[in-house]
């Protein structure tokens, strides 16, 4: 596909430019609103279509941020949600 978007996994060192490029990845891909809290948990019961909805979003927000970094980044990605992500990432690296 040369639709997309090819950048340098997350290192020690690129976060700033890494951070630039995953969110242009996810604004593109219509996920970003899962990360910056626009789009948050919808009400309603375990199993019904517009949470089980939401939860597939989050889950591909999850893997496209562990498909994005380097292995010794991995252990920041622990959490499911994606948003807790991206907080630990930026806490980590701009600190």
């Known amino acids: ?5 090819h950048f340098e996994h997350l290192n020690d060192k690129n976060y700033c430019e890494w951070k630039v490029y995953m969110e242009a990845h ?4 219509s996920l970003w609103v899962y990360v910056d809290g626009t789009e948050g948990p919808p009400e309603g019961e375990e199993g019904t279509k517009k949470v089980k909805d939401f939860q597939m979003k989050q889950l591909q927000m999850h893997i ?3 498909l994005h970094v380097t292995p ?11 948003a807790v992500i991206w907080s630990t990432l930026a806490n980590i ?3």
């Open 26 to 29: 996810f604004i593109r891909k």
């Open 72 to 82: 010794l980044q991995l252990p920041h990605c622990a959490s499911t949600n994606p």
């Open 1 to 5: 596909m040369g639709d997309e978007l």
């Open 93 to 95: 690296h701009t600190s």
């Open 64 to 66: 496209e941020i562990i």
